[in-house]
Nanobody
Framework: QVQLVESGGGLVQAGGSLRLSCAAS????????MGWYRQAPGKERELVAT???????NYADSVKGRFTISRDNTKNTVYLQMNSLKPEDTAVYYC?????????????????WGLGTQVTVSS
């Protein structure tokens, strides 16, 4: 059973910083990409950032230059450092990891999602 556990959300003033973490646990064969999405009230879930094998990264235009995604392969963990936060960054942030569970290693990798962590930025 694979689980994703997120941490690091909270309330911060505009201009402040937060660091999100997401650890994948369980019997994992391998991990492809890891990333973060967010969903604000009344809006669709959107991609924030992704990091691929080889550490290639991709960011939404709205967070470029302010957010940094990184991963620790020894811990199966992905991080999102969020600086210069704005009220419009307020959302529930979801971790997304594409991986193969050990018992399913013959099958293509699939996406797993965390339960989400709330980030609130006050003006």
């Amino acid at each position: 059973q694979v689980q994703l556990v997120e941490s690091g959300g909270g309330l911060v003033q505009a201009g402040g910083s937060l660091r999100l973490s997401c650890a994948a646990s369980g019997s994992i064969f391998d991990i492809n990409h890891m990333g973060w999405y967010r969903q604000a009230p009344g809006k669709e879930r959107e991609l924030v950032a992704t990091i691929f094998s080889g550490d290639y990264t991709n960011y939404a235009d709205s967070v470029k230059g302010r957010f940094t995604i990184s991963r620790d392969n020894t811990k199966n963990t992905v991080y999102l450092q969020m600086n210069s936060l704005k009220p419009e960054d307020t959302a529930v942030y979801y971790c997304n990891v594409q991986l193969r569970a050990a018992v399913l290693f013959r099958l293509p990798p699939r996406d797993y999602w965390g339960l989400g962590t709330q980030v609130t930025v006050s003006s």
